[in-house]
């Protein structure tokens, strides 16, 4: 097993309660129904059709569905699998890293599936965690900002327009907070993974005010109300949902190239009931399940007989190599070790204050 020393302020703001809980009972009416217990970031709204799509399928199964923060996720999985205890059936995380350090750890358990559900060769470790999503990291931007609607496509061209705009778009661009946002860390180290050249970005914005948040919400609504004329590395199933609803709103995947990651799901090594986290798990994977997640949670499916615009084999289809999905893989773990952390987060300090 690898060892990384984990560092608990990547996601912060944790509560010892979930931020929401919501028990659906069984479709068949019985009361004592066997029940599976989800562990999972997604926000239960855009669970919900998942969840009442694998209810339909097993009109038997009652579904305990807990919303938490992915810090909260981890930490409990590990607390409850302490001795005799048992956690949840399903621990399903954005936090491709911390997922990824429990089945290192040892907390998830070997599964093998029950079909082929038709993963890529990146987007599972060791039949123990698997990914689930296929999510680019994009550049949002209010389009009354580019009339011509000609925002920048790459992070060279975006870095030239933050210096050319530098007075103009004072305090009117945001991103993640790396020291407070998990996925702006993460977002950012795979930068520094595909390019050089991202610490001159970094300074372009730094130059230009840059307003850093802990979440994408806060970005995605400034922007889509004009405050903002740009946001950086927002994750596109959450731009996707907002632009529905926000005309203003427009998407670019960057064209040198387009991080992507996956919300990944494992079965706990102390689950209570491992089988039907695994039938919960195969759900999420298969066609039914990601269509549902494709179409109506609007979050990219990864199988490939999906059919819609933002699945994983329309994009690569359409944008091919420029589309960089992370391995779930030991590479994760990098940067939970607290020393490789503290040096990312000097490096992009310098970057932003830089003259």
Excluded: C
């Amino acid at each position: 097993m690898l060892r990384t020393l984990l560092v608990p302020l990547l996601w912060i703001g944790l509560s010892p309660v979930p931020s929401h809980a919501e028990v659906y009972p069984a479709l068949n009416g019985d009361p004592e129904a066997d029940m599976v217990v989800v562990y999972s970031s997604l926000d239960e709204f855009l669970a919900k059709p998942v969840v009442d799509g694998f209810r339909g399928a097993y009109p038997d199964i009652a579904v305990d569905y807990q919303e938490l923060q992915t810090l909260q996720i981890h930490e409990r999985v590990i607390a409850e699998s302490t001795g005799d205890g048992a956690t949840a059936d399903l621990a399903f995380s954005s936090a491709m890293d911390l997922q990824l350090k429990l089945a290192n750890d040892g907390y998830a358990r070997v599964v093998t599936l029950d079909g082929d559900f038709g993963l890529p060769s990146w987007a599972s470790w060791r039949n123990a965690a698997f990914g689930v999503t296929f999510e680019p990291a994009v550049i949002i931007y209010n389009k009354a900002a580019f009339p011509a609607d000609d925002p920048p496509r790459t992070r060279a061209a975006l870095a030239q327009h933050l210096r050319d705009n530098a007075v103009t778009l004072r305090g009117r661009v945001g991103t993640y907070d790396i020291e407070r946002s998990g996925a702006g860390l993460f977002f950012l180290a795979r930068d520094a993974e595909h390019s050089r050249d991202i610490w001159d970005l970094v300074r372009a914005m730094g130059g230009a005010g840059v307003k850093l948040y802990s979440n994408s919400s806060a970005i995605l609504e400034r922007v889509g109300d004009g405050r903002f004329s740009l946001g950086y590395n927002i994750l596109g199933s959450y731009a996707q949902s907002w632009a529905a609803n926000n005309p203003d709103i427009g998407i670019v995947m960057p064209e040198d190239y387009t991080i992507v990651m996956s919300r990944v799901a494992l079965v706990p090594r102390a689950a209570a009931r491992p089988d039907l986290g695994q039938r919960f798990l195969e759900y999420l994977l298969s066609r039914d399940g990601q269509q549902i997640l494709s179409s109506q949670a609007r979050i990219p499916a990864l199988h490939p007989a999906v059919e819609g615009r933002e699945t994983a084999t329309s994009m690569q289809d359409l944008l091919g190599t420029r589309l960089r999905p992370v391995r779930i893989g030991p590479g994760l773990l990098v940067y939970l070790d607290q020393v490789k952390r503290e040096r990312l987060i000097r490096a992009w300090n310098d970057a932003l204050t830089a003259r």
